[in-house]
């Protein structure tokens, strides 16, 4: 997936075929910003990636352990209960 402009007309406002000096057109963020946001929305749903969502008592958890070895999991296989929050 991509913006559907190259870099260099996102970085400059306009292809690099002439003199950086010549260049100061502003492409349309607003398109490139909006296209953007469609494909991350995308992404997220092909990876299932849910919204933000605040813990509450009882949740199960996976918390992160620290990295031992090459081979140790980034995070306990065994899943936890929440007990208690930080601000809660």
């Known amino acids: 997936m991509t913006t559907g402009r190259p870099s260099a ?9 002439v003199l950086l000096s010549e260049v100061f057109i502003r492409v349309e963020d607003e ?3 909006t296209r953007d946001s469609e494909q991350k929305q995308y992404a997220d ?6 919204p933000n969502s605040p813990l509450h008592f ?3 958890v996976f918390m992160k352990q620290p990295k ?7 995070y306990n296989p065994a899943s936890m209960s929440v ?3 930080k601000y809660s």
């Open 68 to 74: 031992t070895d090459k081979l140790c999991p980034a």
């Open 45 to 50: 749903i092909g990876n299932c990636v849910r």
């Open 9 to 17: 007309e996102l970085l400059f406002g306009s292809n690099i075929k």
């Open 83 to 85: 007990v208690k929050g």
């Open 31 to 33: 398109q490139v910003r």
């Open 58 to 60: 009882a949740d199960t």
